[in-house]
Each structure stands twice: as structure tokens, then as C-alpha cells.
């Protein structure tokens, strides 16, 4: 397979993971709202209210979408092929590899792409070709045809 086929799988994998795992969280979330929703008010002082069990519900739907935002990212960087694209595959790797067993075959596969030859030759060229003639990133004058010389600095003067 080419680089970019690879790249491709990879922003699709994370789409896949993220659109699960949200998915998963609010179901879980809505599940666990309706559940203690229902529930009728303790007569003992020491039951929690069933308000607490929402908001408990309602922290693990907004915790688990947004767990899944470095993913949804890290898709969007790869499928456009951004440059930025290798940070944001390793973030959601890193976070991808605590949830077993999709988010870590996403999270290792993730690494292993981005750290091979392949992801190397997509995502790892030097500035020169990224650039689109702006900056002169190895020091040769566009006008003029000239490779600047390295000029060592002067050093500190000998204080003892």
C-alpha cells in the first residue's frame, strides 16, 4: 500500500473510533439520566438525591464525547493531509490506546504508520518542500543564486 492509502485508512480508522465511542458514551449517558431520572426520593438522609446520579450521568456523556475529540481532529488533519496531521495522530494514539480493544488496534496502528518509512516520507519532509516560496528555510538567496556562508559567532572573551 502507498503512503497515502495508509494515511487515508488511518483518518478513517479515527473517524470510525470516534464516532463509536461517542456513540457508546451517549447511550450510556442518556441511559444512566433516564435510569436515576426515575427514581423515587429516599426517606433515609443518607441516600444520595437522584439528582446526583444525573449529573453523574451527565458528566459521563460530555466526558466521553469529549474524550473522543482528538480523534474526530486527528481524522480531520489526516484525511486533509494537514502538516500539523502527525501531532495530532500521536495525541489521539495516546488517548485512543486506553480503550480496549478498538481504541488501541486504532492507537497502535496509528503508531506504527506514523513512525514508519511510509508515514516518515509523507509527514517528515524537509521545510523546502512544504514551503510555497515565502521563507528561505536552507539559506540560499532566491534572487540572487547565492548559498549564504555559516559564520561562526565570536566568542566570549577569556574573563579569568
Known amino acids: 500500500m502507498t503512503p497515502?492509502?495508509?494515511?487515508?485508512?488511518?483518518?478513517?480508522?479515527?473517524?470510525?473510533?470516534?464516532?463509536?465511542?461517542?456513540?457508546?458514551?451517549?447511550?450510556?449517558?442518556?441511559?444512566?439520566?433516564?435510569?436515576?431520572?426515575?427514581?423515587?426520593?429516599?426517606?433515609?438522609?443518607?441516600?444520595?438525591?437522584p439528582g446526583f446520579f444525573i449529573a453523574i450521568g451527565g458528566f459521563v456523556l460530555v466526558f466521553s464525547i469529549e474524550w473522543s475529540l482528538p480523534s474526530m481532529i486527528a481524522a480531520y488533519a489526516l484525511l486533509k493531509k494537514k502538516r500539523w496531521a502527525k501531532i495530532a495522530g500521536l495525541v489521539a494514539g495516546a488517548f485512543a490506546a486506553a480503550q480496549m480493544p478498538i481504541g488501541t488496534a486504532v492507537s497502535v496502528y496509528t503508531f506504527w504508520f506514523l513512525f514508519s518509512p511510509p508515514g516518515r516520507l509523507l509527514y517528515d519532509q524537509p521545510a523546502q518542500s512544504l514551503t510555497t516560496g515565502q521563507a528561505d528555510p536552507i539559506g540560499i538567496d532566491q534572487e540572487k543564486g547565492k548559498v549564504h556562508q555559516y559564520v561562526p559567532p565570536v566568542s566570549p572573551p577569556d574573563w579569568r
Open 4 to 49: 497515502e492509502q495508509h494515511n487515508k485508512y488511518l483518518g478513517l480508522a479515527h473517524l470510525g473510533y470516534a464516532a463509536l465511542h461517542s456513540l457508546m458514551g451517549l447511550v450510556v449517558g442518556i441511559m444512566m439520566i433516564i435510569m436515576f431520572s426515575t427514581l423515587p426520593s429516599s426517606q433515609r438522609a443518607s441516600d444520595p438525591p
